[in-house]
């Protein structure tokens, strides 16, 4: 099993990319999400990856942080599912954006990525509505490292999903109230209320 890679960045292209290391070029294909942050060819890169070895050849899947390797690993539990059809779900939605799609059972979304029809579609948010929750999406981190965001987070997480409860109870749809909410810096002392105001900032 090869659990990352980090070499020199030598080439990209729509099918993937190449990372050289100890003398070896890795063909590592990649979601367009990936694409669009890669660094400058010859930069360093650290690549973590999935390795899929079949009768009729091994293929190398990578990404650029371990949370959007972990949403792949999810999709490839759905039926149906190979490493191609998941690569071309994160393509056209980020991990965040998949998890808001799944929660908010917006099957037209997920079907946007090619060859995921509706019907596949639904059986994703079927499958991983289980393990997704909104504060994958609302996460501690936004109120920085240490006890205190820790200690604030399941706070912020009630204020945002009430704030989101609000927002969708006035017409907005779950993925736009979501998204709204999570561009919101929460802090601890914030309610519902205050999350819910702000939040209409960036929707209106």
Do not use: N
Not at 105 to 126: E, F, M, N, S, V
Request: hydrophobic share 45%; aromatic share 4%; no cysteine.
């Amino acid at each position: 099993m090869i659990s990352y890679i980090r070499g020199i960045l030598s080439e990209a292209s729509e099918d993937g990319i190449v990372v050289e290391t100890g003398g070896i070029g890795y063909e590592i294909r990649v979601p367009v999400t990936v694409l669009e942050r890669l660094p400058a060819l010859g930069s360093e890169i650290k690549v973590h990856t999935y390795l899929q070895v079949r009768e009729d050849g091994i293929g190398l899947f990578g990404f650029l942080g371990k949370g959007e390797l972990a949403v792949f690993r999810q999709l490839l539990g759905v039926g149906g599912i190979g490493p191609k059809g998941a690569l071309g779900v994160l393509s056209a939605l980020r991990p965040d954006d998949l998890r808001l799609a799944v929660i908010s059972g917006d099957a037209k979304a997920i079907a946007k990525a090619p060859g995921i029809g509706i019907k596949t579609a639904q059986r994703i948010i079927l499958d991983l509505k289980d393990k997704v929750s909104m504060d994958d999406i609302l996460p501690a981190e936004a109120f920085g490292d240490g006890e205190k965001a820790a200690a604030a987070a399941p706070g912020v997480s009630q204020a945002g999903r009430e704030a989101i409860e609000a927002l969708t109870a006035l017409g907005y749809s779950p993925m736009e109230a979501a998204k709204a909410v999570g561009r919101v810096e929460i802090s601890g002392d914030m309610t519902a209320e205050d999350v819910l105001k702000q939040s209409l900032k960036f929707l209106i």
